[in-house]
């Protein structure tokens, strides 16, 4: 069963607007979320996360909003660029396995110029 | 740093021959992941270490399945025998250490699987 999800395998945008990607999950006891970025034949690598006492984090381009009573997470990326272009993984952790990212199956971001 | 360093980059194997891939962490970090990546499923972990001890394995999807960590600078992931469903990328990732959860996991750029 998968704990969190990532319903939309791809999402396109213009260059400039927002994209905006959405994640689910099911387990209360997760309090700490996180997004990782995606290049083909890279590895991900860490873009932002949020703990569960914020509703909103900010880094440059990127945020992160946590509606908690929806089990609900979103990354808002403004403007959108071309490099932004990747697969882009939700991950929670908390509870018993507080070390343990249980990822999201992924976004694929396709921002066109 | 060079961050996690994966071998192979690629792997082509048949069906029932063994396959082992491999990790390098950070220098310095304590904890060791193993993902596996598929379309169906995302990133999934396999197994983690800290301090070159496994504290769980149970993503291990079979017996066929076993990883190692030596010492603190290299495990080893082991398929035997394999099969094409094995197909994947799989990632090792390392971290600092286990407490908490807010320190990053890095992630090495994986190594393809294909088993025919």
């Known amino acids: 069963d998968q704990q969190v999800k990532q319903n939309s395998p791809s999402l396109s945008v213009q260059e400039g607007r927002i994209s905006i990607l959405n994640c689910d999950y099911t387990?209360?006891?997760?309090?700490?979320f996180l997004w990782y970025k995606k290049y083909p034949a890279e590895g991900p690598t860490f873009l932002i996360s949020?703990?569960?006492?914020?509703d909103k984090n900010e880094d440059g381009r990127f945020t992160v909003f946590l509606n908690k009573s929806a089990k609900h997470l979103s990354l808002h990326i403004v403007p959108s660029q071309p490099g932004d272009s990747a697969v882009y993984f939700c991950?929670?952790?908390?509870?018993?396995?507080?070390?343990?990212?249980?990822f999201g199956t992924g976004t694929r971001l396709k921002v066109l110029a | 740093d060079a961050g996690v360093i994966q071998s192979p980059r690629h792997e082509v194997t048949e069906m029932g021959q063994e396959v082992t891939l491999r990790c390098k962490p950070i220098?310095?970090?304590?904890?060791l992941f193993w993902y596996r990546q598929t379309m169906m499923r995302g990133l999934e972990l396999l197994i983690y270490?800290?301090?070159?001890?496994?504290?769980?394995d149970s993503g291990m999807p079979e017996d066929r399945f076993s990883a190692k960590m030596p010492n603190a600078s290299f495990s080893t992931l082991k398929i035997q025998p394999s099969e094409p469903r094995d197909s994947a990328v799989y990632f090792c990732?390392?971290?600092?250490?286990?407490?908490?959860?807010?320190?990053?996991?890095?992630f090495g750029p994986g190594t393809r699987l294909t088993v025919l």
């Open positions: 387990n209360s006891m997760f309090d700490y």
């Open positions: 270490f800290n301090n070159n001890v496994p504290i769980d």
């Open positions: 991950a929670a952790s908390g509870g018993s396995g507080t070390y343990k990212y249980i």
């Open positions: 949020i703990s569960s006492i914020k």
């Open positions: 220098s310095g970090h304590n904890s």
């Open positions: 990732a390392s971290r600092l250490g286990l407490a908490g959860n807010t320190d990053t996991q890095y």
